[in-house]
């Protein structure tokens, strides 16, 4: 029986898909600073706004557009 192939301790992850979106700004969220902030091109801290997040993606709702230029942070 497959249940016998369980092991105690052990670990699972799931994606589960709740929403989809179509033409979301996303960013990996490396790029993403305490409180919310990104950093432009020219070192100034932008607010943003974030929506769904993922390990790879976090959405942004306001604060850049898709012509905002970001860096990642030092």
Not at 27 to 49: A, M, R, T, Y
């Amino acid at each position: 029986e497959p249940i016998n192939l369980l092991k105690s301790g052990t670990q699972l992850q799931a994606n589960i898909k709740i929403k989809c979106k179509s033409e979301a700004l996303v960013i990996p969220p490396e790029f993403l600073l305490p409180g919310d902030f990104v950093l432009s091109n020219n070192k100034q801290k932008i607010k943003v706004k974030t929506g769904i997040r993922t390990s790879e993606w976090i959405e942004i709702l306001s604060g850049i557009d898709k012509t905002t230029t970001i860096i990642l942070p030092e």
